[in-house]
């Protein structure tokens, strides 16, 4: 069955950088693009990205173009989002999610990411 | 960027009501609209893709319509398992966009 499995909750200093993985299982990973997702506390869902794994390719929301960093690793069918110069702003969930076209059709469990000094 | 907002922003509703969000979109996006459920310290779950698509293991009682700028969620004889925020997700143009979320309560 297809997982998508994350990493653990992390705590940040401000100015920091934070990575965060997704490991899937399942299914063909280079046959899927990526989505990253965040959900800071109290509030909804806000798209960031995606990684087409087979060509390394990415887009972003112009409001992380220069922050964001999506890459993936075939070999190990995993994905990851690194975010750099963090702010108490991006204390969210982070989530990514196989794109079934464009839809996110199966989530990782979230990734807690806490900025604080 | 394409905005989209939903209607209402919270609905508290009776067991075995008929639930109806609406999602529109600020241009036209084809069919390319996606609807998620979310309960509180869960992930998203896709329930509905491309407009009106099921997905395999969700009820029946959860269906969608619309195209363009101007899409419906559905939920027939809403259960008590069904409280929860919906969100609609278009993915008709980069980047894409989410909804603000409705709100689900049970009475």
């Known amino acids: 069955q297809v997982q998508l499995v994350q990493s653990g909750a992390e705590v940040k200093k401000p100015g920091a950088s934070v990575k965060v993985s997704c490991k899937t299982s399942g299914y063909r990973f280079i046959a899927h693009y990526i989505q990253w997702v965040r959900q800071a506390p109290g509030h909804g869902l806000e798209w960031m990205g995606w990684i087409d794994p087979n060509s390394g390719g990415t887009n972003f929301a112009p409001k992380f173009l220069g922050r964001v960093t999506l890459t993936t690793d075939t070999s190990n069918t995993s994905a990851y989002m690194e975010l750099s110069r963090v702010t108490y702003d991006d204390t969210a969930e982070y989530f990514c999610?196989?794109?079934?076209?464009?839809?996110?059709?199966?989530w990782g469990q979230g990734t807690r990411v806490t900025v604080s000094s | 960027e394409i905005v989209l907002t939903q209607s209402p922003d919270f609905q508290s509703v009776t067991p075995k009501e008929k639930v109806t969000i609406t999602c529109r979109a600020s241009q036209t996006i084809g069919s390319n609209l996606h609807w998620y459920q979310q309960k509180p310290g869960q992930s998203p779950k896709i329930l509905i893709k491309?407009?009106?698509q099921s997905i395999s293991g969700v009820p029946s009682r959860f269906s969608g319509r619309g195209s363009g700028t101007d899409f419906t969620l559905t939920i027939n004889s809403l259960e008590a398992e069904d409280a929860a925020t919906y969100y609609c997700h278009q993915s008709s143009s980069l980047p894409f966009t989410f909804g603000p979320g409705t709100k689900v309560d049970i009475k």
């Open positions: 999610a196989r794109a079934g076209g464009g839809a996110g059709d199966f």
């Open positions: 491309y407009a009106s």
